[in-house]
T-cell receptor, first 115, second 115 residues
Framework: DAGVTQSPTHLIKTRGQHVTLRCSPI?????VSWYQQVLGQGPQFIFQ???????GRGNFPDRFSARQFPNYSSELNVNALLLGDSALYLC??????????????FGPGTRLLVL | QQQVKQSPQSLIVQKGGISIINCAYE??????FPWYQQFPGKGPALLIA?????SEKKEGRFTISFNKSAKQFSLHIMDSQPGDSATYFC??????????????FGRGTQLTVWP
């Protein structure tokens, strides 16, 4: 079975632009979470979606938004890009709403560079 | 504010030696503690996890030790191998509320095992 897939793998944007990152969860998984991993640090939680509804939001500005589609795939959108948005963006999926004991499987990430 | 503190930042161990990575937390709402392994260019992969009602969990060469009263837990890698060279993250998940299912990561430990 395919794991979590993300596209694109790499992306270069300039300040002020908009970016859309895409994630396809493992088949049968209904929950998708997004994390930002800045170089040299651990991933930071951005959003969690379950059954197409937002179930959690981390400490990120409103420039960050996301949605989950009927097929459980997800998009992360970032508007008005800043240099500080340069990071690896990770998508994780789980069968149910991620909670104790619910394993979250991560994709390989999308590396975003903002110039 | 880093809710999960991890040390050391980097670790160099000889092949066959024991690698030890330590983590500490303050939030008593955390009740599930996974460890993730990340290779360059890949997303984090779940290695082993523990609940706070267990003091130790062993899976092959990997052992988690958990001290609930001290709010500390550690990963021990026995008989470390060059293939274990990766970045290791400890994490914690709260039991419920608005932050349900959210992974809080440590900053990571870059482990190098030399032959």
């Amino acid at each position: 079975d395919a794991g979590v897939t993300q596209s694109p793998t790499h992306l270069i944007k300039t300040r002020g632009q908009h970016v859309t990152l895409r994630c396809s969860p493992i088949s049968g998984h209904k929950s998708v979470s997004w994390y930002q991993q800045v170089l040299g640090q651990g991933p930071q939680f951005i959003f969690q979606y379950y059954e197409k509804e937002e179930r959690g939001r981390g400490n990120f500005p409103d420039r960050f938004s996301a949605r989950q589609f009927p097929n459980y795939s997800s998009e992360l959108n970032v508007n008005a890009l800043l240099l500080g948005d340069s990071a690896l963006y990770l998508c994780a999926s789980s069968v149910q709403l991620a909670a104790q004991g619910e394993t979250q499987y991560f994709g390989p990430g999308t590396r975003l560079l903002v110039l | 504010q880093q809710q999960v503190k991890q040390s050391p930042q980097s670790l160099i161990v000889q092949k066959g030696g024991i690698s030890i990575i330590n983590c500490a937390y303050e939030n008593t709402a955390f009740d599930y503690f996974p460890w993730y392994q990340q290779f360059p260019g890949k997303g984090p992969a779940l290695l082993i996890a523990i609940r706070p009602d267990v003091s130790e969990k062993k899976e092959g060469r990997f052992t988690i030790s958990f001290n609930k009263s001290a709010k500390q837990f550690s990963l021990h890698i026995m008989d470390s191998q060059p293939g274990d060279s990766a970045t290791y993250f400890c994490a914690a998940i709260p039991r419920g509320g608005s932050t349900l299912g959210r992974l809080y990561f440590g900053r990571g430990t870059q482990l190098t095992v030399w032959p």
